[in-house]
């Protein structure tokens, strides 16, 4: 199989009222919020160290029964960085949850006003030049499978597996994660927060089928069954 040329380009979030939480992300990690058609707002261009990942808010499809099977864990460089930000969340909106995770973790689990779940880190030295986005956190029953997925759907390279997690990073010395995590729990339903790749090669498509990925009707998921888009590059994504 050969290389693909599609990459990451933005992350689709359902939302009650996409204006609200685009302008919750727009507090938590900077950029530009703009309305788009049907109900839909976008973060174009938030700091998340060069990775050029914008974030789409959708009006949502269904109601949240269950936890998100995809997070985002956003960072801190200090202790008074996590305390103001942890802070901050809470006074726009945010409400603090448990998840199953435990006392004394190192870190703070929130929802957003949409109702998805995050996590504010304690600083780390594994999170440091990641930029406000630490890292894009996916539930996986086979972390190395899914992960070697998606290195060859975003180009980004695989720099970390063991046997219960794996990761991937654009960059080895700057911007997030996309780590995957062993959680042994099927996906329930339709996902809430889904991947968008652009691509500037029609085989592409094959190429994803032929990785393990599946097509219906136009929606493709991914060998976990997690939905994602396939959009030319030169199309909003």
């Not at 309305?35 to 700091?47: F, K, N, S, W, Y």
Request: a negative charge.
């Amino acid at each position: 199989m050969s290389d693909m040329s599609t990459r990451l380009a933005s992350l689709v979030i359902d939302a009650t009222d996409p204006a609200a939480a685009a302008q919750f992300w727009y507090i938590m990690l900077g950029g530009t919020a703009t309305p788009g058609r049907g109900g839909c707002h976008r973060l174009v261009a938030p700091d998340l160290g060069g990775c050029g990942l914008d974030l789409a808010f959708v009006p949502a499809r269904w109601d949240k029964t269950a936890k998100n099977r995809i997070h985002l864990d956003l960072a801190t460089e200090s202790p008074h960085e996590y305390q103001v930000l942890t802070s901050l969340a809470a006074d726009v909106g945010a409400v603090e949850v448990n998840v199953g995770q435990g006392p004394g973790v190192p870190w703070t689990v929130f929802r957003d006003p949409a109702g998805n779940e995050f996590c504010i880190l304690e600083p780390g030295d594994l999170y440091h030049h990641t930029g406000p986005l630490a890292a894009l956190v996916v539930d996986a029953v086979d972390p190395t499978r899914l992960a070697t997925f998606w290195s060859a759907a975003t180009g980004w390279p695989l720099v970390h597996t063991e046997e219960n997690s794996a990761a991937l990073r654009a960059s080895e010395r700057a911007g997030p994660w996309i780590e995957f995590l062993r959680v042994p729990d099927q996906r329930r339903g339709p996902n809430r927060i889904r991947l968008t790749l652009a691509t500037d090669d029609e085989s592409d498509a094959s190429d994803l089928l032929t990785r393990g990925a599946t097509e219906h009707g136009g929606a493709f998921h991914d060998p976990e069954g997690n939905e994602f888009r396939l959009v030319p590059s030169r199309v909003p994504t």
